[in-house]
């Protein structure tokens, strides 16, 4: 039987990627996974466990937080604190960033953006979930780090990835060297290597965007959805339609496939619903190393000024020349618009 590479072994082999590192970010991402185990434990056995349901408290964004975010949130928080290689965690779960202070994590240099778990709605019934991290490099020198050390271009990122709790527990990560995906096989409670350098394929047939939202959708959305719908043998046209609600999930599924996945500016949501520090930022960067691109509609996600910790976007991810097909579509059906004038197109319609 051929034995197979555990993650720790990975994380120590390609130390050797980046000579001048000590191995704090090796420790951080052994942290990461050994928090990913946990949830998953609890995650598998969610219908017999009281961890389903409401947790009868919302986050900052409004949003009602279940009781697996809560947990998940605690348990990275917990395994970023005792790990000491991280100095400032922020989260979904979090209005503001929390500082680590312990007497090793004060001095840390990295900083860590999480979405504890992604998919939330998807929770009680089943359906793939995941978690998505995204780390930085410390900026100021001096004392505490501080709000700016966060709010970083998602450029800057020097490692990112998902777990993703499916038929399958993977964790997928990149140092921006590539994308490796590894498994856990319960039997050792390991992650194993079983996606090495992952790449998406250029074009694809599948497209993933919340359809229901249709009607508020701008113009070069809906344009492109209907792109995706005409028959054409050429591009292999109609394209399949996958939306499971979970970004991981999706995301997950276009990067083995070849696909797009789209949440656009809405009229209800006009900057978009998903955050750009932890959710759009770490995505970007794996599926560009993969290969692939990610926009706003417009512009680059890894290219955007951040200046709020739970700041939305736009995004358009996925294979290369469907992501570009869908930025020429915005392009000329949707020139960047202000919220208002978005506001008055979808009214008039
Ligand atoms: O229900 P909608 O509007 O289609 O939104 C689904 C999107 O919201 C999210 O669930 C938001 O993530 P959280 O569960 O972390 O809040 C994404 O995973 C998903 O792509
Ligand atoms: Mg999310
Ligand atoms: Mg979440």
Do not use: W
Request: net charge neutral; glycine share 10%; hydrophobic share 35%.
């Amino acid at each position: 039987m051929k034995i197979a590479k555990t993650l720790g072994q990975f994380i120590i082999e390609k130390q050797a990627d980046f000579p001048y590192a000590k191995g704090e970010l090796s420790r951080l991402l052994r942290d990461i996974g050994i928090a990913a185990k946990i949830v998953n434990r609890e995650v598998n056995k969610a219908g017999l466990a009281d961890i389903l349901g409401e947790n009868g408290t919302t986050n900052i964004q409004g949003e009602g937080q279940k009781k697996l975010d809560v947990y998940a949130n605690e348990q990275f928080i917990s395994a970023l604190k005792h790990g000491g290689e991280c100095c400032i965690v922020a989260s979904e779960e979090n209005d503001d960033y929390i500082h680590l202070d312990t007497d090793v994590s004060t001095d840390a240099k990295y900083i860590v953006a999480i979405d504890p778990l992604d998919g939330s709605s998807n929770i009680d019934v089943n359906v793939g979930i995941g978690t998505i991290f995204s780390i930085y490099r410390r900026k100021s020198t001096k004392g505490r780090a501080v709000l700016q050390d966060v709010l970083q271009r998602g450029v800057e990122q020097v490692a990112a990835g998902y777990v993703i709790y499916g038929s399958s527990t993977m964790l997928v990560y990149t140092t921006g060297k590539g994308v490796n995906g590894f498994t856990l096989d319960p039997s050792i409670g390991e992650f194993c290597l079983s996606h090495p350098e992952m790449k998406i394929p250029k074009d694809g047939v599948i497209y993933s965007i919340n359809e229901g939202y249709y009607v508020h959708f701008p113009d070069g959305v809906k344009k492109y959805i209907k792109y995706c719908q005409v028959e054409d043998d050429k591009t292999k046209r109609p394209y399949t339609s996958r939306y499971i609600g979970s970004m991981v999930a999706d995301i997950h599924r276009n990067l083995i496939k070849g696909g797009i996945f789209i949440y656009p500016i809405t009229a209800s949501a006009p900057k978009g619903k998903l955050r750009l520090v932890y959710e759009c930022n770490p995505m970007a960067f794996i599926i560009e190393q993969a290969g692939g691109k990610a926009s706003n509609g417009y512009e680059r996600i890894l290219d955007l000024e951040v200046t709020e910790l739970h700041q939305r976007s736009a995004i358009f991810i996925g294979s290369e020349n469907m992501v570009h097909k869908a930025e020429e579509m915005m392009a000329y059906f949707s020139p960047q618009v202000t919220k208002k004038t978005f506001e008055g197109l979808v009214a008039i319609q």
